[in-house]
């Protein structure tokens, strides 16, 4: 079984920063792409920022500028730098990861983390 857990979301101000982590683990064979959505009340969940092993790195319009996503493959983690954060930020964060794992290594799946709350203030 394949299992991500996020850690580092909390309560700021508008204009502060937050890092965000993402851990992936499990009998992981590998993993292509990471990324970080978010989910706010009433709304649907959308795109942060997504990285793929190799090739372009992926930002929502709400992300570019402001928040940077990093990954360490070594750790199978992901990373979402947050900084001038805004109320509109407010959020449920949920990381992601296509993953081969040793139980179906000829398939790639989607697997999410249980999600952080980000709660920005004005």
């Known amino acids: 079984q394949v299992q991500l857990v996020e850690s580092g979301g909390g309560s700021v101000q508008a204009g502060g920063f937050l890092r965000l982590s993402c851990a992936a683990s499990?009998?992981?064979?590998?993993?292509?792409?990471m990324g970080w959505y978010r989910q706010a009340p009433g709304k649907q969940r959308e795109l942060v920022a997504e990285?793929?092993?190799?090739?372009?790195?992926n930002y929502g319009d709400s992300a570019k500028g402001r928040f940077t996503i990093s990954r360490d493959n070594a750790k199978n983690a992901v990373y979402l730098q947050m900084n001038s954060l805004k109320p509109e930020d407010t959020a449920v964060y949920f990381c992601?990861?296509?993953?081969?794992?040793?139980?179906?290594?000829?398939?790639?799946?989607?697997?999410w983390g249980q999600g952080t709350q980000v709660t920005v203030s004005s």
């Open positions: 992601n990861a296509d993953v081969r794992a040793w139980s179906h290594i000829t398939t790639i799946k989607t697997y």
């Open positions: 499990g009998k992981i064979f590998s993993i292509s792409a």
């Open positions: 990285l793929p092993t190799a090739g372009t790195t």
